[in-house]
């Protein structure tokens, strides 16, 4: 599915490139679905069509998310057969497909973006890099990681897990 | 490169992809969309990768390179499903379902051989107890080989159980799901489904029996020493043409409820296939000399005289049931043509 960094370099020992070249693939895979989501996600109710969120994907990520771009069709597929995302075709002119996230799509793409940023965060020290989560701009419920934007925070439970958020919003300061 | 090398290019390119797109995908209208996205997608890029901001004989070359090996992009959609040792999570009920079934219908017809052999007096109980684990060992050993193997290239492909519905029922169940997400609520269907002109379990565990049944005839791992040569070939064409019947029943309960001409053309297949054992059989009729004939100590070759009316009378009646079954080969093509 990814173009493999590592794939790129010339004459290289066979072996060790056939093995960390499945290893990326490994760490890639879930990624890269996150990652078109997150693009999905950006765009709105506007939606997005897949050459835009293939560009999208190289620039925004320092060109180092390299899908190949025919594969994008079926993660695309998949995401809106489990109901994550929908599609219009556009009527006139070019036809290109329009895909949008769910609100059921939202919620999911909500908790895993909070869980993979809570654990990037939590491994970063093992590779000797630091990450640094936005705190002033997302709320992280303590129970099951569940990314809450605070633009929009009205509940006082988390929408995943129904966890009572309000005191440790207030404990923060983030109870205007 | 001109304009219409480029054409071809990008059209060999997006037939290669749809070459190996995956069954249950080439069967719904959407794999054209499908095509037709990756086309406008393959031009998008070849535009932005050329210098002139119009596509040119290499960034078309390069465009293809950015999308990817058709082969790749197939696997893509084939990977569907949770794995579950190699077997779906989504088919796996279906799999253990037609075990299931298969390895009753295997131990019934090994028990009923075990009777029938008890009551004609053939060999030794301990002997029959013998044979009655071996068949069903071997029976059963044999079952879970063929649906095992159908179950996994079932899985590889990623199919799912919605896929062998009829293309009526898949709209019906697409309709019920978007009316789901627009009310947030489960609706009940508004009317009743189609009936599914094929049973798709029953159909490949049927064929896998007959499969099975083939292979033995063919095979044939039971002393033969004491039938008559020319039995013995007339058992082993059998055999081959039960296999071939097997065959052609698995892949029509593969292609489950879908891919109507094709359902037609293996129904007319088998009429020729189940009526060429009618002449086999009219041998058999005009040589009862040849036919095993069960009764003491073991097996006699060649029937009595005076059970040959009897005999002949048994084979004509098969032959009617041969003949009638083809006569539902034919009503089934006619079925499959108000479902197009």
Redesign the interface.
Known sequence: ?Q?KLIKKVKGMDTEFQEYASKFESEINRGISTLSILSIINQYGEDGVY??QI??DLLDQTNRMLII????I???L??LEED?II?SK?EKEG????FYYI?E?GEKIYNYLSGFFSILTEAIAPLFDVSVHLKQNKYFYCPACANKIDLKNLEAKYCDVCGHYIENELDERGLIK | MNENSMNYTVREYIKEVEKRLPEWLKDKKEHKEILADLEEHLWSKAAELSESGQPDENSVKLAIDHMGTPQNIAKEYKRRGEPKYYITKELWPYYTKALGAVFAVIVTLVVIGLIVSFFTGNGSFESLIGGLFTGIQIGLLLAFAIVTVIFVALSMEGYFPEDFKSKKEQQLMKELREKEIKEGVTPQPVKKPLKPFIKPGETIVGGGIALIFGIILLSQPFPTYMLRTDFIAILRIFGLLTMLEGTLDISRGILGNRRHNTHQALHAILIPLKLSVIPLIGILMNRPDIFPWFSEPWIHVGISVEFYGLYRGILAFVIVITCLTTIENIYNIIKIQKYK
């Not at chain 1, 070019?94 to 497909?97: C, Y």
């Open positions: 599915m173009k897949g050459y293939s560009k190949e771009e025919g594969t069709y079926p993660i597929r998949k109901r929908d075709r070019r036809k290109r497909k769910t059921h």
